[in-house]
């Protein structure tokens, strides 16, 4: 049987009640719903504020309280995930009766300009420095397609490559679960791709039941072979005499709309659907993986 519970019947069950709200600041108690008159204490501002004033308030009164946070309506930027612990037992959770508190682990992208081709570009400063790199982008809330070939179904492998030289280690190695030969017309575009852009294109394959993605780590345009950086679960064909496959992330293969690339060198490229207005899309890229982290050891 399942019970649902009241924000009025949470509150009555816990001892304390903090509150986060979008105008609220994590320097404050989180006690008060709303700014105070002098705007010195409120709610805090985001949940992991509120974790740890709770943590602060058991620790001084030596307990653990129950303890309930009301999350208020609004958008709530996150960049972290929200740890938890085994000292936050009894920490409950729940929006504001009537409230649609919504939490946000993207990073908007602004800053788009049309080019002669139809593509807009962008530019992530982070990206270019090195420390940000995503897969997946949004755009007007809804997930875009990283640029691909071919754009619908998938290419068909053409042979076997048992052994071979890793062209990580430069050694002889057992390269059945990471090298297949393609039909040269399918990897034409490839044979112009740049060294050192080879370790960003995904080479997705389709198995009898599930797919394994992979980083290419070399492409012989001579004899259109592929050799990824890391193994499949198995052997490539091993299930059959082909199988299907497809890439993704090169420049080369945004040639669809709806479709987005990300260069090294921070430039972002899309080529909008139509009737998108890039000057008033809402376009985010994710920067934060997990929203909730439970840390600790079983006993």
């Known amino acids: 049987m399942f019970v649902a519970l009241t924000t009025s019947a949470l509150v009555a069950a816990d001892s ?16 008060l719903a709303s700014p105070n008159p002098t705007h010195t204490d409120g709610p805090v501002a985001s ?37 938890l612990t085994a000292e936050d037992s009894g920490l409950r959770f729940a929006a504001e ?34 420390r940000w ?37 430069g050694q002889p190695a057992d390269l059945s679960r990471r090298a297949f030969k393609a039909r040269a017309e399918d990897v034409q575009s490839r044979s112009n791709l740049p060294t050192n ?32 950086s890391g193994e499949a679960p198995w052997a490539f064909m091993q299930w059959g005499a082909t199988q299907r496959y497809h890439l993704e992330n090169f420049r080369a293969a945004l040639d669809e709309p709806g479709e987005w690339f990300l260069d090294r060198d921070g430039t972002l490229s899309y080529l909008p659907l139509p009737g998108e207005d890039m000057t008033k899309a809402e376009v985010f890229a994710p920067v934060v993986e997990q929203f909730i982290l439970l840390q600790g050891e079983p006993e």
């Open 16 to 31: 304390v009640t903090l509150h986060v709200a979008p105008t609220g600041n994590d320097a404050w108690s989180g006690a």
């Open 47 to 83: 949940l992991a504020g509120a974790v740890a004033r709770i943590r602060e308030l058991r620790a001084k009164r030596n307990d653990r309280p129950n303890a309930l946070v009301l999350v208020q309506g609004g958008e709530y930027s996150i960049t972290t995930p929200l740890v």
């Open 97 to 130: 009766s009537g409230a649609r508190p919504v939490f946000n682990g993207g990073r908007r992208i602004a800053g788009w300009q049309r080019g002669t081709d139809g593509v807009w570009t962008a530019t992530v400063s982070e990206v270019a420095a090195g």
């Open 133 to 169: 790199y995503f897969e997946q982008l949004w755009v007007n809330g809804h997930r875009a397609t990283r640029a691909r070939t071919p754009n619908d179904f998938y290419y068909y492998m053409a042979g076997k490559v048992a052994h071979g030289t890793d062209p990580l280690t």
């Open 197 to 228: 852009h080879l370790s960003d294109v995904t080479v997705v394959v389709y198995h009898s039941w599930e797919i394994s993605r992979h980083r290419l780590a070399a492409f012989d345009p001579a004899s259109a072979t592929l050799i990824t």
